[in-house]
Antibody
Framework: QVQLQESGPGLVKPSETLSLTCTVS????????WSWVRQPPGKGLEWLGH???????NYNPSLKSRVTISVGTSTNHFSLQLSSVTAADTAVYYC??????????????????WGQGTLVTVSS | DIQMTQSPSTLTASVGDRVTITCRAS??????LAWYQQKPGKAPNLLIY???RLQSGVPSRFSGRGSGTEFTLTISSLQPDDFATYYC?????????FGQGTKVEIK
């Protein structure tokens, strides 16, 4: 069973760049989409973007080009960078796997695996 | 963006009750909807995809239905392990969006 583990600083200063890495074990990074989802304390879930193993990406426009997701297929990891952070970016950040269930020629892409999440606080 | 609105925000029920959570979308789509369960301090867990397909390992007391702009998640007989927060999510159109969550509490 695939396992995902986030790593990175738990405290980032305002205006700096938040950088997180997700290490994938128990399975290959190939042939899947990999995404980041965040959850501010006590609030709901927000999808930040995803990357395919080939490197193609799709991002949430609400982040106004501050987000970059990259993948390292040879090292089975993918990463998140979020620039110019503010207190509003304080959240638990989850790395996730997006599975493709194809039925009658149509594919559905729910998130089937999540890391345990890592709290990132933006504060000086 | 497709806005997903869940109701109710909080649901108080007893063990054994049948409960239904509704998720309404601001735009119509067919089946690109998932439901997740999240317990405090834990990551969400996939329950249902394609609006009504049960994820492997999920108890059969969970069921989903709907199409267009209205979707529902039903728990046929609430168990102690089911007290949690539930989220719907559409993956029909970018950006993917979640409902605000429904917290199921013990009466």
């Amino acid at each position: 069973q695939v396992q995902l583990q986030e790593s990175g600083p738990g405290l980032v200063k305002p205006s700096e760049t938040l950088s997180l890495t997700c290490t994938v074990s128990g399975g290959s990074i190939n042939n899947y989409y990999w995404s980041w989802v965040r959850q501010p304390p006590g609030k709901g879930l927000e999808w930040l973007g995803h990357i395919y193993h080939s490197g193609s990406t799709n991002y949430n426009p609400s982040l106004k080009s501050r987000v970059t997701i990259s993948v390292g297929t040879s090292t089975n990891h993918f990463s998140l960078q979020l620039s110019s952070v503010t207190a509003a970016d304080t959240a638990v950040y989850y790395c996730t796997r997006v599975v493709a269930y194809c039925i009658d020629g149509v594919c559905y892409h729910p998130i089937d695996s999540w890391g345990q999440g890592t709290l990132v606080t933006v504060s000086s | 963006d497709i806005q997903m609105t869940q109701s109710p925000s909080t649901l108080t029920a007893s063990v054994g009750d049948r409960v239904t959570i509704t998720c309404r979308a601001s735009q119509s789509f067919i089946s690109w909807l998932a439901w997740y369960q999240q317990k405090p301090g834990k990551a969400p867990n996939l329950l249902i995809y394609k609006a009504s397909r049960l994820q492997s390992g999920v108890p059969s007391r969970f069921s989903g239905r709907g199409s267009g702009t209205e979707f529902t998640l039903t728990i046929s007989s609430l168990q102690p392990d089911d007290f949690a927060t539930y989220y719907c999510q559409q993956y029909h159109t970018y950006p993917w969006t979640f409902g605000q969550g429904t917290k199921v509490e013990i009466k």
